[in-house]
């Protein structure tokens, strides 16, 4: 907008100097003429002027001027080579009026298709009041063609220079933000995990934004420090009056004791559920963790085969080396423990667990099984807390509850379907951190 406002002021500022350059050279030229008119005898006009411009010996130039009687004491006529014996019409004295110094001036088309610019006076040239009427004419189409010439340099001009501006500020503000770029893979490091702070070298300006990083990083760190103290000395604090409580059930004995002791261990597991979810979300919104998923798929594999012998559970190996998951390890360990031990319980003879990359930022780890499965209405009562399909089975109803809170508080996403097995599978899809676990 700077250069489209100051071009124009250019353009116009060149326009109006022109404009009197060339009124000028009119007058100059018509004071020239003047001064070169006599009358001769007989009251006849004479002279040869030379105005000095070979403009005015050319045929058809667009320069020209005359000089006519403008008395009736008067006669002849003189005209510059270029004129000729042709003759340019005169605009009305209504029309164009002298001014106070009794000259005027008016646009009219010429000889050969030009505009031209009249500047015209009329001058008694002697005591017998013998008057002449002088008028020089200049191609007007030149100044605007020259004008015009001017606009379209100015703007090839201008346009260079904007071009250039733009690729200047371009630059600057690259390098300028390069800092802020820096700062942006050091948040990125800290967020997958290969770092814990903001390192590197920054400007002052970017100095501060480091700093006040940092510190919001160490805070996040000391909430879940605290959170995590906090939920250790809940645990410890309702760990001994539940283990009074299963004393208790197994002194009265009978089937009293029994529900009272079933009621305990649910008392627990409900209260590891709840403290298990206070620190799951402390750490989502905290500090970042990372937690291979190979090594720990392939340790809970070995774990749930001994405890189920009669199973033949298969774990993909081809999952990637680098697949990490972006959390901690013992919630991972927890949501797949708790998938594999539903498949162990529901299975007939197959289990088949495995882990792909679904995305760059996710990660999916499905578990299958060849047990009868689940339909719509029991996926949904399976995933309520403390609801069981079947009492027969051991287990507190706890298990995808579990699973499906935690993934919640990972922001990922719980789905089930039918196994190729034949019976259900179990796919959980996180959140994946970039890079390598050893990054």
Not at 125 to 135: P, S, T, V
Not at 305 to 334: I, S
């Amino acid at each position: 907008m700077a250069l489209v406002v100051a071009g124009g002021l250019i353009s116009k500022l060149y326009e109006q100097t022109a404009a009197r350059g060339f009124e000028e050279l009119l007058t100059a030229q018509l004071y020239n003429l003047v001064n070169s008119v006599g009358i001769g005898q007989n009251g006849s006009l004479s002279g040869s002027p030379d105005l000095g411009d070979l403009r005015y010996v050319q045929p058809l130039s667009g320069w020209y001027w005359e000089v006519l009687p403008a008395s009736e004491n008067t006669r002849g006529r003189l005209s510059s080579g270029s004129l000729g014996i042709l003759s340019i019409p005169e605009v009305p004295t209504a029309e164009a009026p002298f001014d106070p110094a009794y000259r005027r001036t008016y646009e009219i088309p010429g000889l050969d298709g030009e505009t031209l610019k009249v500047l015209e006076t009329e001058v008694v040239l002697d005591a017998q009041n013998h008057a002449a009427r002088f008028r020089v004419m200049g191609n007007a189409s030149v100044l605007a063609a020259d004008m015009a010439q001017f606009d379209r340099t100015l703007v090839l001009y201008l346009g260079v220079v904007g071009l250039g501006t733009v690729l200047v500020n371009v630059l600057a503000i690259l390098f300028g933000l390069r800092p802020l770029g820096e700062v942006r893979r050091a948040l990125s490091r800290v967020r997958t995990g290969r770092a814990e702070r903001l390192t590197g070298q920054f400007p002052s300006e970017i100095e501060p934004l480091a700093v006040e990083l940092n510190a919001l990083i160490d805070n996040n760190r000391r909430i879940v420090e605290r959170s995590r103290t906090q939920v250790g000395n809940l645990a410890h604090s309702l760990k001994t009056p539940i283990a009074v409580l299963v004393n208790e059930a197994e002194a009265v004995g009978g089937e009293r004791g029994r529900i009272i002791a079933d009621q305990s261990e649910r008392m627990r597991q409900q209260v590891q559920h709840y403290l298990d979810r206070a620190r799951v979300a402390a750490q989502s919104e905290g500090a970042v963790f990372r937690a291979p998923v190979q090594p720990v798929l392939e340790r809970l594999a070995r774990v749930i085969a001994k405890l189920n012998p009669h199973l033949a559970l298969t774990f993909d190996a081809a999952a990637p080396r680098d697949l990490v998951f972006a959390g901690e390890q013992q919630d991972l360990e927890e949501m797949v423990g708790n998938l594999l031990e539903n498949a162990g319980k529901w299975a007939r003879g197959q289990v088949r667990l495995s882990a792909v990359a679904s995305s760059p930022e996710r990660l999916a780890i499905v578990v299958e099984d060849d047990g009868p499965g689940l339909s719509e209405a029991e996926i949904a009562v399976a995933t309520k807390r403390g609801r069981r399909l079947d009492e027969a089975v051991p287990g507190s109803g706890l298990g995808l509850s579990i699973v499906s809170d935690m993934v919640a508080e990972y922001r990922g996403s719980l789905g089930f379907g039918r196994s190729a097995l034949g019976g259900l599978r179990a796919e959980i899809a996180l959140p994946r951190a970039l890079g390598s676990f050893a990054a």
